[in-house]
């Protein structure tokens, strides 16, 4: 049963392919040897009881002759011969069929067929001639040499209707062809209808997703041009091909700058007399570094301030620790490049409001990201 099974799927995958030609019509003629695998549920002898297993599997020969049509269809008659030993001796084996190839899609020189047929087994055994019809079917390739010459290969199942067995055979030949008509027309007709490239970029228009392609441009599978960057610039136009990931870019591919400083006024409030930064105000600090990210050209100075509450030279420290905090969390935390960050105290030295009210105080203590621009252009 299990090689019906392989047999069984091995054409089915076939039928998935659809057929076309790819030979020349005329007559064939197929020497082949191969290799007999008996089932070993079959008997020698039919109204024997024996050992089940005394069929040797073993070598055999054949010759067929047949005719190859403008059409995916092979007609061809086949004889083989071979023998065998049992436990009762050597056994004389024969088989002759009509078989029928059908041949798959090929754009190469390997051509893919299944292939079905009937005939008969004659098998000379110690007791006298017995004989069993049999129907035939499997899979095969064969590889053209040439137009006149191929190397032909199957694997088919052999299932005799009399005994219910089912053997394998692996055939392995030569197909000469003669006598035949030219190439059928099937592939002219494949040509004629190929599909266009208008934009001559190497993609056929049926699947170009940039139809547009400028001449000269390297496309990929769908006919798009590269953009290494993933800056939404392509190669070609791109002038600054190395931006980093979720920069901020121009038609040209180049970061787009900021034109004057600015400041970010960070809406943290941190505990008395304390440089901890409480866990809810870090989506404050991560706002100024998706800010830098799309502005790959800036740095930012952080600054700390205070209100007048305390020693001048206390609050100058404090004010240095709670910008040293948020500069750290900017490069470690969120991954701003440490050359791109610093930090500085103003202590209570920068009111922007009345210390002698708590209003005042709240809006004094503060801090400041100051970004600013270094450089017009990425370098080039």
């Not at 009762?88 to 299944?114: A, C, E, N, T």
Request: negative net charge.
């Amino acid at each position: 049963m299990s090689k019906k099974i392989v047999l069984a799927a091995c054409i089915t995958g076939l039928f998935q392919v659809p057929a076309v030609l790819a030979e020349n019509s005329g007559f064939v003629l197929t020497p082949s040897v191969g290799y007999y695998d008996f089932d070993s549920d079959r008997a020698a002898l039919a109204d024997t009881a024996v050992d089940p297993d005394n069929y040797d599997d073993d070598s055999f020969y054949s010759l067929g002759l047949g005719y190859r049509f403008d059409s995916p269809w092979q007609v061809e008659a086949v004889y083989l011969d071979g023998d065998t030993n049992t436990d009762l001796g050597d056994i004389d084996f024969s088989q002759w069929r009509v078989d029928g190839l059908y041949h798959m899609k090929s754009d190469g020189d390997i051509i893919p067929y299944w292939l079905v047929g009937a005939g008969e087994n004659k098998f000379d055994e110690t007791t006298g001639t017995r004989e069993e019809t049999i129907v035939n079917y499997g899979v095969g390739f064969k590889y053209t040499i040439n137009d006149l010459l191929a190397v032909r290969a199957d694997l088919r199942g052999i299932t005799s209707l009399d005994e219910e067995d089912t053997d394998v055979a692996l055939t392995v030949g030569l197909q000469f062809l003669f006598g035949g008509g030219g190439s059928a027309p099937v592939r002219e007709v494949a040509a004629a209808v190929t599909v266009g490239d208008s934009d001559n970029d190497g993609i056929n228009d049926d699947v170009d997703n940039c139809p547009n392609t400028p001449a000269g441009v390297e496309v990929d599978s769908m006919g798009c041009a590269f953009d290494d960057d993933n800056d939404g610039v392509t190669n070609h136009r791109d002038n600054c091909p190395d931006s980093d990931a979720g920069a901020k870019v121009d038609s040209e591919g180049c970061y787009i700058t900021l034109q004057e400083s600015r400041e970010i006024e960070l809406q943290i409030n941190f505990p008395n007399n304390s440089s901890i930064i409480p866990a809810s105000f870090y989506n404050e600090i991560k706002a100024v570094a998706d800010f830098m990210t799309q502005y790959p050209n800036t740095d930012v100075v952080i600054e700390g301030h205070t209100d007048s509450r305390g020693s001048e030279a206390y609050n100058q420290q404090l004010s240095d620790k709670r910008a040293g905090k948020v500069a750290d969390a900017l490069v470690d935390t969120y991954g701003v490049d440490s050359s791109r960050v610093s930090s500085e105290g103003h202590g209570e030295s920068r009111p922007i409001a009345n210390n002698d009210t708590a209003e005042g105080r709240d809006a004094n203590r503060r801090v400041v990201a100051v970004i600013a621009t270094t450089v017009e252009r990425r370098a080039q």
